[in-house]
């Protein structure tokens, strides 16, 4: 069973404006939320984490909120730049063990 | 400060063959995971390790499959025999525990059973 969703596989947006990227949960026991970006023929690369205590956490371009009523998170990136067109995926940790969404390919138009 | 290592980076293989995947985690670095990412199931979590100790192989396919860690700085996952049901490209993760759950991944190994 998914326990970490990522309802969205692509995404497309124009260089300079912002993308939303949305990821939803099932399990309650998770504590700590994160987010990778992904290059072909490259491992998983972290890019922003929260902790379930908290309801946003930024830095830099990157910005990622959590609401725990919904067991919603989202990652938001501006302004989007060509080199952040990869996959994206959300996961959520309980106890070290990470459940990774499917990805969301993001492609930066210029 | 090296990230985390895998060989070979990419593996052909004939159905029925034995395959080993190797690791090297981050220095430092209690946990370590071995994933598998395949089209139809995305990444999935095969087995993790703490301090060498197999903790959760509740992932792991089949008894085909196989994971040691003899010490903190290497561990292998193998497969034998080899189906081509086991075409994936597998990620080796390591973290520092003790409160962060941040995974660092290597860059995979490409397997190709035919």
């Known amino acids: 069973d998914q326990q970490v969703k990522q309802n969205s596989p692509s995404l497309s947006v124009q260089e300079g404006r912002i993308s939303i990227l949305n990821c939803d949960y099932t399990n309650s026991m998770f504590d700590y939320f994160l987010w990778y970006k992904k290059y072909p023929a490259e491992g998983p690369t972290f890019l922003i984490s929260?902790?379930?205590?908290?309801d946003k956490n930024e830095d830099g371009r990157f910005t990622v909120f959590l609401n725990k009523s919904a067991k919603h998170l989202s990652l938001h990136i501006v302004p989007s730049q060509p080199g952040d067109s990869a996959v994206y995926f959300c996961?959520?940790?309980?106890?070290?063990?990470?459940?990774f969404g499917a990805g969301t390919t993001v492609t930066v138009r210029a | 400060d090296a990230g985390v290592i895998q060989s070979p980076r990419h593996e052909v293989t004939e159905m029925g063959q034995e395959v080993t995947l190797r690791c090297k985690p981050i220095s430092g670095h209690d946990y370590l995971f071995w994933y598998r990412q395949t089209m139809m199931r995305g990444l999935e979590l095969l087995i993790y390790?703490?301090?060498?100790?197999?903790?959760?192989d509740s992932g792991m396919p089949e008894d085909r499959f196989s994971a040691k860690m003899p010490n903190a700085s290497f561990s292998t996952l193998k497969i034998q025999p080899s189906e081509p049901r086991d075409s994936a490209v597998y990620f080796c993760?390591?973290?520092?525990?003790?409160?962060?759950?941040?995974?660092?991944f290597g860059p995979g190994t490409r397997l190709t059973v035919l």
């Open positions: 390790f703490n301090n060498n100790v197999p903790i959760d």
């Open positions: 996961a959520a940790s309980n106890d070290y063990k990470l459940s």
């Open positions: 993760a390591s973290t520092r525990g003790l409160g962060s759950d941040t995974q660092y």
């Open positions: 929260i902790s379930s205590i908290k």
